[in-house]
């Protein structure tokens, strides 16, 4: 199964290391991200719930969940459960299918990280209300059912979504349409919290903090997913770095022109939703491309925001919007304008097949997600009591408190 291969590249083992690590210190940028918009009797429970997952994630992508993601395909939907078992093989010989050019532990390691980052995004959709309890078992559910198969039929070389041809440089549908959907299914499963006035933001400076982490290691999230320190590795940084750019000056624009004072929460949020857009085509598309990504799914997403508030649903902090919808336009946009087989370049069929693809996933995700959290709740509570929501969850859940 393993097979050696010549010896690699020392620049691009180094390249990869160095993106596994900034990949990493995304999760924590998160906890960062999340803990700061939120009231301040529940910033530790909400921070835990995004770095809990460096933890628990990783002990299921070493049993299994690698395995699952990308041993041998079985049908283009899911890795056979044995290929990699306890990570079986995985080690610093090359694997011809997966990593031609890097260790194959280097390269499982990379997309841990990815594996990692991905149920901690849906925790902001039901903060201040989940029991922490029921979290863990639905992230453990959530990486197996949701995430694995996902990620094999998008990235596996013999998964259903590649072979037909959906394009995904780094994540736009695994990592973000996944959390986003997941999220407003956890919202509606949940329900509303008892005051969704409470969810004034406790530490702006958390949140900018959070957002800086973020920016940067992203910069391993999308050049890090050429797997090569090469040419397209620096466009790919400098798509992510402008499509965040544009996208954070477009969101407060749209605050002033709405009358509003600029704001560091704003900008924040603006910079996540360029991220998040031009993750599935960073290595794609151009910088100039990258502009009109980034400026389009500010745009959008800031609208899908504001129309979410006028609405019961409770996604305390907008990971559907942003999220969700940011990653359906970048899936979109990557159609549009993808190098050669992108609609601007005169080719409809990649823009058909990832319209095709984002209806696909989308059910999949949302019905699947619905599912797990029945059985999550079956299990166990999913949600707090009344009163336990009210005392807050650092308290409640982990009998802690932030000063």
Same mark, same amino acid.
């Given at each position: 199964?393993?097979?050696?291969?010549?010896?690699?590249?020392?620049?691009?083992?180094?390249?990869?290391?160095?993106?596994?690590?900034?990949?990493?210190?995304?999760?924590?940028?998160?906890?960062?991200?999340?803990?700061?918009?939120?009231?301040?009797?529940?910033?530790?429970?909400?921070?835990?719930?995004?770095?809990?997952?460096?933890?628990?994630?990783?002990?299921? +992508?070493?049993?299994?969940?690698?395995?699952?993601?990308?041993?041998?395909?079985?049908?283009?939907?899911?890795?056979?459960?044995?290929?990699?078992?306890?990570?079986?093989?995985?080690?610093?010989?090359?694997?011809?299918?997966?990593?031609?050019?890097? #260790?194959?532990?280097?390269?499982?390691?990379?997309?841990?990280?990815?594996?990692? @980052?991905?149920?901690?995004?849906?925790?902001?959709?039901?903060?201040?209300?989940?029991?922490?309890?029921?979290?863990?078992?639905?992230?453990? =559910?959530?990486?197996?059912?949701?995430?694995?198969?996902?990620?094999?039929?998008? +990235?596996? #070389?013999?998964?259903?979504?590649?072979?037909?041809?959906?394009?995904?440089?780094?994540?736009?549908?695994?990592?973000?349409?996944? /959390?986003?959907?997941?999220?407003?299914?956890? &919202?509606?499963?949940?329900?509303?919290?008892?005051?969704?006035?409470?969810?004034?933001?406790?530490?702006?400076?958390?949140?900018? *903090?959070?957002?800086?982490?973020? +920016?940067?290691?992203?910069?391993?999230?999308?050049?890090?997913?050429?797997?090569?320190?090469?040419?397209?590795?620096?466009? &790919?940084?400098?798509?992510?770095?402008? /499509?965040?750019?544009?996208?954070?000056?477009?969101?407060? *624009?749209?605050?002033?022109?709405?009358?509003?004072?600029?704001?560091?929460?704003? /900008?924040?949020?603006?910079?996540?939703?360029?991220?998040? &857009?031009?993750? #599935?085509?960073?290595?794609?598309?151009?910088?100039?491309?990258?502009?009109?990504?980034?400026?389009?799914?500010?745009?959008?997403?800031?609208?899908?925001?504001?129309?979410?508030?006028?609405?019961?649903?409770?996604?305390?902090?907008?990971?559907?919007?942003?999220?969700?919808?940011?990653?359906?336009?970048?899936?979109?946009?990557?159609? @549009?304008?993808?190098?050669?087989?992108?609609?601007?370049?005169?080719?409809?069929?990649?823009? *058909?097949?990832?319209?095709?693809?984002?209806?696909?996933?989308? /059910?999949?995700?949302?019905?699947?997600?619905?599912?797990?959290?029945? =059985?999550?709740?079956?299990?166990?509570?999913?949600?707090?009591?009344?009163?336990?929501?009210?005392?807050?969850?650092?308290?409640?859940?982990?009998?802690?408190?932030?000063?």
């Amino acid at each position: 199964m393993i097979e050696e291969m010549t010896i690699p590249n020392g620049a691009d083992i180094a390249w990869m290391l160095a993106a596994t690590c900034l990949v990493f210190f995304m999760t924590p940028g998160l906890s960062f991200f999340y803990g700061g918009m939120v009231n301040k009797k529940n910033i530790i429970s909400t921070i835990l719930q995004s770095f809990i997952a460096l933890g628990a994630v990783s002990i299921i +992508w070493v049993v299994v969940g690698f395995s699952l993601a990308f041993g041998n395909s079985l049908g283009g939907i899911i890795g056979d459960p044995r290929t990699f078992f306890m990570f079986h093989n995985v080690d610093a010989a090359t694997h011809a299918a997966l990593s031609p050019g890097l #260790p194959l532990i280097l390269f499982a390691m990379f997309q841990l990280k990815f594996a990692i @980052i991905t149920p901690a995004l849906i925790s902001g959709s039901f903060s201040e209300r989940v029991n922490f309890n029921g979290y863990l078992i639905f992230l453990l =559910l959530f990486s197996l059912f949701i995430y694995a198969p996902l990620c094999h039929m998008t +990235w596996h #070389p013999e998964g259903l979504l590649r072979t037909w041809g959906v394009l995904d440089y780094a994540g736009g549908t695994v990592v973000h349409m996944s /959390a986003g959907i997941a999220a407003l299914a956890g &919202a509606l499963v949940l329900g509303k919290r008892k005051k969704r006035e409470a969810s004034n933001p406790v530490n702006i400076p958390f949140v900018v *903090l959070g957002t800086a982490m973020l +920016w940067f290691g992203w910069f391993g999230f999308n050049a890090g997913s050429s797997f090569s320190a090469n040419g397209e590795a620096a466009m &790919a940084f400098a798509t992510t770095n402008t /499509a965040s750019a544009i996208s954070m000056v477009v969101w407060v *624009l749209l605050d002033v022109r709405r009358g509003n004072k600029i704001s560091a929460l704003g /900008a924040c949020i603006g910079a996540v939703v360029g991220l998040v &857009a031009i993750t #599935p085509a960073a290595g794609f598309v151009t910088i100039s491309q990258s502009l009109l990504i980034g400026a389009i799914a500010s745009t959008i997403c800031y609208g899908a925001v504001r129309y979410k508030s006028k609405t019961e649903l409770d996604d305390t902090l907008d990971v559907f919007p942003s999220h969700g919808i940011g990653g359906m336009v970048g899936m979109l946009a990557t159609g @549009i304008f993808a190098r050669e087989v992108g609609l601007v370049y005169g080719e409809w069929e990649t823009f *058909l097949k990832h319209l095709v693809a984002l209806v696909g996933v989308s /059910a999949f995700v949302f019905v699947t997600s619905i599912v797990l959290y029945r =059985l999550t709740n079956f299990i166990t509570s999913i949600r707090v009591d009344e009163m336990a929501e009210e005392f807050g969850l650092d308290r409640s859940q982990h009998n802690e408190q932030y000063i």
